[in-house]
């Protein structure tokens, strides 16, 4: 018994290790935080994040948390990232990002949740040893389309809809010392749990010329 056992035990193991991967994505994932729960089916990504997790670093210096995970992978200096989200608003906060990340104190959180007044809103974090916190769009479905464009030192985010026409809702500059990681997130910081779905992922390894149009 005891030689078929250390066998079998062995090939579980090596199973739950294996590398996840996205039609999507040109580069090797790794998870930053362990989920609940994930799925990947091609180009689909289903997150759960667990209960009190979250990433920011309040203004007031009262509430520093960076637990929510994270799937990520190594950003070209240029890039462009988009991504459908999805989730159901239960809980205050809950929500599914892009998140471009340097290190611990220097990041940046493109976020679908749900607000303080029960709202889907577009909310963006940038973080430079303290986080700021921008609401942007009240958005009435559960599904909206989200992208990330990094040219050299200056990013943009974009939200969309549909995932065609796409608005502009922050462009700024963000320096930092170390390699971006960039990658998704899901997050439950007051509830018991959180399942995000991304899906239509979409990168390029590209410049953008017009912050405008994201093109």
């Not at 999507?24 to 998870?31: A, K, V």
């Not at 990340?101 to 430079?128: I, L, M, P, Q």
């Amino acid at each position: 018994m005891r030689l078929h056992f250390v066998p079998l035990l062995f090939i579980f193991i090596s199973g739950c290790a294996q590398q996840p991967k996205l039609a999507g994505i040109p580069h090797t994932l790794h998870w930053e935080n362990q989920p609940l729960t994930f799925r990947i089916d091609q180009n689909t990504l289903r997150i759960t994040a667990g209960e009190k997790t979250d990433m920011f670093r309040d203004p007031n210096v009262t509430y520093n948390t960076d637990n929510a995970p994270k799937l990520l992978f190594e950003a070209d200096t240029d890039f462009v990232l988009s991504v459908a989200i999805e989730h159901t608003f239960t809980n205050k906060w809950d929500g599914g990002a892009i998140v471009l990340k340097s290190d611990s104190v220097n990041w940046v959180k493109f976020c679908f949740e749900k607000d303080y007044t029960g709202a889907r809103r577009v909310v963006s974090v940038v973080t430079k040893n303290i986080s700021d916190d921008a609401n942007s769009i009240d958005v009435n479905t559960n599904k909206a389309y989200f992208k990330m464009a990094k040219a050299g030192n200056v990013i943009t985010l974009y939200f969309s809809p549909d995932g065609k026409t796409w608005l502009l809702v922050r462009h700024f500059q963000f320096n930092a010392k170390a390699h971006f990681k960039v990658g998704f997130l899901a997050q439950s910081p007051t509830g018991k749990a959180c399942e995000v779905t991304f899906s239509d992922i979409k990168y390029e390894k590209k410049k953008i010329k017009d912050p405008y149009t994201g093109e």
